[in-house]
C-alpha cells in the first residue's frame, strides 16, 4: 500500500517563502515521476509541478508559479519536495503531492496514480 504525506504547509505573507514536503511509504519512489497539484474550493486540480524519476534532471512547471517555485527530489528520503518563494494571495490552495508510476514528468492529473491528502497554504496580505 502505497501512502503519500504532505507538510509544511501554512500561514505566510504576501512575498514570504514555505518549502512542502512530500514523503511516500510503501515503495520506493526513485524512479518515479512526481507532481505537486493545488486545489481551490469551487475550482479544478491545477497542475502545479513535476520531476522526472531517478536523478530528477527534467522539471516541468505552470506559467503561474514558474520562477517562484522549484521542485526537487531526494530519493535517499523518499521524499519530493516544493520550495515555494515569492508567494502570492492567488497561491492560497490545497498542495497535493502525487505518484506516477513511470519516469516521465506528467502535467494531467490523470496520468498520476497515487494522491496525498494535501496540506493548506494560505498567503495573506
Known amino acids: 500500500q502505497v501512502a503519500l504525506v504532505e507538510s509544511g504547509g501554512g500561514l505566510v505573507q504576501d512575498g514570504g517563502s514555505l518549502r512542502l514536503s512530500c514523503t511516500a511509504s510503501?515503495?520506493?519512489?526513485?524512479?518515479?515521476?512526481m507532481g505537486w497539484f493545488r486545489q481551490s474550493p469551487g475550482k479544478e486540480r491545477e497542475f502545479v509541478a513535476a520531476?522526472?524519476?531517478?536523478?530528477?534532471?527534467?522539471?516541468d512547471y505552470s506559467d503561474a508559479v514558474k520562477g517562484r517555485f522549484t521542485i526537487s527530489r531526494e530519493n535517499e528520503k523518499n521524499t519530493v519536495y516544493l520550495q515555494m518563494n515569492s508567494l502570492k494571495l492567488e497561491d492560497t490552495a490545497a498542495y497535493l503531492c502525487?505518484?506516477?508510476?513511470?519516469?516521465?514528468?506528467?502535467?494531467?492529473?490523470?496520468?498520476?496514480?497515487?494522491w496525498g491528502q494535501g496540506t493548506q497554504v494560505i498567503v495573506s496580505s
Open positions: 502525487a505518484l506516477r508510476l513511470d519516469y516521465g514528468v506528467g502535467l494531467r492529473p490523470s496520468s498520476y496514480t497515487y
Open positions: 520531476i522526472n524519476g531517478g536523478s530528477g534532471g527534467n522539471t
Open positions: 510503501g515503495r520506493s519512489i526513485s524512479n518515479l515521476g
